[in-house]
Each structure stands twice: as C-alpha cells, then as structure tokens.
Nanobody
Framework: VQLQASGGGLVQAGGSLRLSCAAS????????MGWFHQAPWKEREFVAA????????TYVDSVKGRFTISRDNAKNTVYLQMNSLKPEDTAVYSC???????????????????WGQGTLVTVSS
C-alpha cells in the first residue's frame, strides 16, 4: 500500500488542523493505521492509531482530548484532527500502515510496514 499525507501548515497556538493520509489499493480496510511525528533533533514518536474498522483508537497521553484519529474506508483515507494545538506539537507528521492480522493498535514504529512521506505542522506561539 502507498500512503500520501497532506494537510500540514502553519497555525497559531490554540488553532486547529486536519491531516489526511490517502492510501492506494483496494485493501485499505485490512490495515491498522497510525500517525507518528518527529520534531527537529528528536526521535519519531507515536501519536495515534486506529483499528481497521475504526471502532478502536489509541493515543499518546500528550494529545488525548485534543487530537482525534478517524478513517473512511470507502475513501481509503485516515485523518488526524488536531485541536488546541501547542508549539510543542510542531513536527513532521507521518502516517503508517500495518496489516490487521499482525498487530491490533501498535504504538511502536518498527511494527508498521508502510509509511507515507511526512507533512510539516508548525505551531507558532
């Protein structure tokens, strides 16, 4: 599966952005999807993941209550709605996919098999 992330940009603190990740292929619903981010000079970190059906989600503590991951299997797209953005959310955000037969909702980046290119989110104070 090929992934294409979009939706990044510059936003003021307290603002919102919605990231999208479009997937190629007809088996999108077979994949668990995740979002990760990587800030300058830092390691890539888990943000959120969603099950193949969309019925289950998980988030890193720092974004709970502010970010929402969702998916539309008919459109082969996963979203990350980011509200109440903070300067510390500034990073390159990447989407990733792994077969639902391998893992449920992994937070470890090495468990994902497919990655999209990142989209930059910059939050100004």
């Amino acid at each position: 599966v090929q992934l294409q992330a979009s939706g990044g940009g510059l936003v003021q603190a307290g603002g919102s952005l919605r990231l999208s990740c479009a997937a190629s292929g007809r088996t999108f619903s077979s994949y668990v999807m995740g979002w990760f981010h990587q800030a300058p000079w830092k390691e890539r970190e888990f943000v959120a993941a969603i099950s193949w059906s969309g019925s289950s989600t998980t988030y890193v503590d720092s974004v709970k209550g502010r970010f929402t991951i969702s998916r539309d299997n008919a459109k082969n797209t996963v979203y990350l709605q980011m509200n109440s953005l903070k300067p510390e959310d500034t990073a390159v955000y990447s989407c990733a996919a792994v077969s639902r037969y391998h893992y449920a909702l992994p937070a470890e980046d090495y468990k994902y098999d497919y990655w999209g290119q990142g989209t930059l989110v910059t939050v100004s104070s």
